[in-house]
């Protein structure tokens, strides 16, 4: 059957559509993985830049300071000590040619740091000699050294090899790191953090917190060391979200439109493939429909032709023969009206077309009237049946001629699915809002899964016995259709095997 097309169907459709939409999934997933990686790579660049250039303006500083001393080293003339120790932080400059002492001290104090100046040099002379190397093909070097605890102070020095008017000269320059970080450093880590970062500068020994251009509330999103100042750090965080907290929430996000999207796209897919399924069993329903409703009407047509011909041609015998003839012609085109009846009822059905004309009645009046007109089909199948009606029966609103072919229908498939069993109970009531009347068989039952598809149109139970009775998958779904109109309801007990009961349920009109 059409199911194996169906699941083809749904085969290329999943293909078509979930197959690129999964690879686009991943594919957006990897992108964003990856942009997260290049925006985290862009802001610890920017944040670094950030940083380079609180160290680019100490250094440049103290090349500023180099230029003063060579220029006036160079020209012969008098070192100003005040503007060498104009910078808050600098505690001392010596200066001393090659060989020789030193020939000038910012403090004017020479004793006390001369002697620091000739440690120093002695222990590192290997650093002095490549300062010169470089000072030779003119490039001036600031080289900071490990710093020192020097008369209880904590102190960092940093060495240089000037020119001077005969020879070179070397430079030391002592720092003292906290006042230089907050009276130097300061109003210029206060420019350059703006608004949106905080620059901190901290010990690297004990991390304690030596100077913030805000109160910080969060850890250093980057610290790297001072250039000039080895044993402290300056880090950088952002004021607010982080832009890699905002980014992060940012991806967190797009990852959750794309499930959501994802949920949604094979949702759309599954109901997509349901109602093709769907469809194309209504379209092999369909085609099931024209070939059961073609014979249904022949049966009849053949009766209704070959006894009409056999009375033409006066062949019957006798007069007794006659009338059995005329009542199967009678019988057959009956059946034929009611099919092409059925028919055209649904079709009108389905073109919104059919109008009920809705009259207070009583439904116990309407059962009595079917039952008389039907009784005679019945018995004549061999049907034994009951009926019972409700004591009471209040009024409701009725299309009478609907509601008869209603419950024909149900007798009707009553005795189409009463296999051997040929005995039926017909019976009306009341209960609560409803007055309603069932009809009970005792044949082959529904199968529960089945229970509720039977209403649809052209829908048949095609398994076991049930191929060989013949309908067209109307019947019910003109009898729900029925009563809709009249604002009903239908109930249905059955089980396989032993009966079913079929209970339309009528609202009691409320005057
Ligand atoms: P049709 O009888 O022409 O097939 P219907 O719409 O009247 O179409 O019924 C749909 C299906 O419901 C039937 O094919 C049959 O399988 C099932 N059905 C209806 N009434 C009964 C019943 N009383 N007992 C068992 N099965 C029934």
């Known amino acids: 059957m059409n199911k194996n097309s169906a699941n083809r169907t749904i085969l290329i459709l999943f293909l078509a559509i979930i197959i ?5 999934t991943v594919y957006q997933v990897q992108s964003l993985n990856k942009n997260e ?3 985290s790579e862009i802001y610890k660049n920017q944040l670094e830049s950030i940083i380079f250039s609180v160290n680019q303006y100490s250094d440049d500083i103290l090349k500023s300071l180099q230029y003063k001393i060579e220029n006036r080293l160079e020209n012969g003339d008098p070192i100003d000590a005040n503007t060498l120790l104009s910078y808050p932080g600098i505690a001392e400059v010596i200066i001393k040619p090659l060989s020789g002492k030193p020939i000038f001290t910012a403090s004017g104090d020479s004793s006390v740091y001369t002697s620091l100046l000739e440690k120093t040099l002695s222990e590192n002379e290997n650093k002095v000699k490549k300062l010169i190397d470089y ?3 003119d490039f001036t070097k600031l080289e900071p050294l490990d710093p020192i605890t020097f008369q209880g102070e904590q102190l960092n020095l940093l060495i240089l090899v000037l020119k001077s008017k005969d020879d070179l000269a070397i430079g030391l320059i002592v720092i003292r790191p906290i006042d230089f970080i907050e009276g130097t450093l300061a109003p210029k880590m206060q420019q350059i953090s703006g608004a949106n ?8 020994i004990d991390q304690a917190l030596i100077f913030s251009t805000d109160t910080i509330s969060d850890v250093e999103a980057r610290s790297l060391p001072f250039w000039l100042l080895p044993d402290h750090q300056i880090g950088i965080v952002q004021k607010g979200d982080s832009l890699e907290t905002i980014s992060k929430e940012r991806i967190q ?5 794309i499930a959501i999207l994802s949920v949604v796209v094979l949702l759309g897919f599954y109901v997509v493939a349901r109602n093709l399924r769907k469809e194309m069993q209504l379209a092999q329903m369909k085609s099931d429909f024209a070939s059961s409703v073609s014979h249904e009407i022949r049966t009849p047509l053949t009766l209704i032709n070959m006894f009409a011909e056999t009375l ?5 015998p006798t007069e007794e023969k006659k009338q059995e003839y005329y009542e199967i012609i009678t019988k057959e085109t009956s059946r034929l009206k009611n099919i092409v009846n059925k028919i055209l009822n649904f079709s009108q059905m389905e073109n919104k077309k059919r109008t009920f004309e809705l009259i207070s009645d009583y439904l116990n009046d309407i059962l009595k009237e079917t039952i008389h007109t039907y009784s005679f089909h019945l018995e004549n199948k061999g049907f034994s049946y009951q009926v019972e009606y409700g004591e009471e029966s209040p009024f409701i609103n009725a299309d009478r001629e609907a509601i008869t072919e209603a419950i024909i229908n149900l007798i009707d498939n009553a005795m189409k699915y009463s296999g051997e069993s040929k005995k039926l109970n017909i019976f009306s009531g009341t209960k609560s809002h409803y007055t309603f009347v069932a009809v009970q068989d005792f044949g082959i039952g529904i199968d529960p899964k089945k229970q509720k598809l039977i209403f649809d149109k052209f829908f048949r139970v095609t398994e076991g016995d049930l191929y060989n009775v013949q309908g067209a998958g109307l019947g019910l779904s003109i009898v729900k259709n029925i009563m809709d109109a009249h604002n009903g309801k239908i109930e249905i007990e059955s089980s396989l095997g032993k009966g079913s009961t ?3 349920l009528f609202p009691i009109k409320q005057d």
């Open 20 to 24: 690129p939409i999964a690879f686009y």
């Open 37 to 39: 990686e290049i925006l």
């Open 135 to 137: 000072k030779k093909v």
């Open 197 to 204: 970062f905080i620059i901190t500068a901290r010990s690297e």
């Open 253 to 257: 996000l797009n990852f959750v439109w």
């Open 312 to 316: 033409l041609l006066k062949r019957v």
């Open 502 to 504: 079929f209970k339309l």
